[in-house]
């Protein structure tokens, strides 16, 4: 007989210092792939969502680019209120809505996300190179400034 397991599913969120407001970039991917997000409708669902955000709870986004595929995008959250598990949740449902109504089936997205904290000026500007190259590297443009589904809802710095 084996033993269950005894270790969680995913490991816990680190915890950060008191005093920091938590800065940090963040991808999560549609299911299986699918290329449904680089569109009008979900830019500017994700772009509304991103300004109530920072209106109603003090988050505040960054810059972003939507692939096909995927998000990337930075984010800083208040110090002690939002739990960035809870705000992705968010994001995908109301994205994952924009989906339904414009006749995508569910399941939208991959389980959970992937995020890293920001601890310097320079890994920030290093994440931002490659998530501005990113539709260049995929072949959807020539240079990152023509892709249309990205932006900055307020501007970070480190």
Partial sequence: ??????YPRRPPRLVLFQGVRP???VTFNCAHRAGMLDNARIHSSFEAF????????????GRYVI???HVHLFVSLP????????????????????LLAR????????????DHVLRSAESTSQKWEYVRNNPVRAGL???????????????LEY
């Fill in 1 to 6: 007989m084996t033993e269950p397991c005894r």
């Fill in 23 to 25: 800065f940090y970039f």
């Fill in 50 to 61: 991103c300004r109530r955000a920072e209106a109603e709870h003090g988050i505040a986004v």
């Fill in 67 to 69: 692939m096909p595929d």
């Fill in 79 to 98: 110090e002690q209120r939002a739990v960035l598990t809870r705000w992705v949740a968010s994001l995908k449902t109301v994205l994952g809505k924009t």
């Fill in 103 to 114: 006749g995508w089936n569910k399941p939208h997205w991959q389980p959970g996300f992937f």
């Fill in 141 to 155: 443009c020539e240079h990152p400034e023509q892709w249309p589904w990205q932006g900055e809802i307020i501007r």
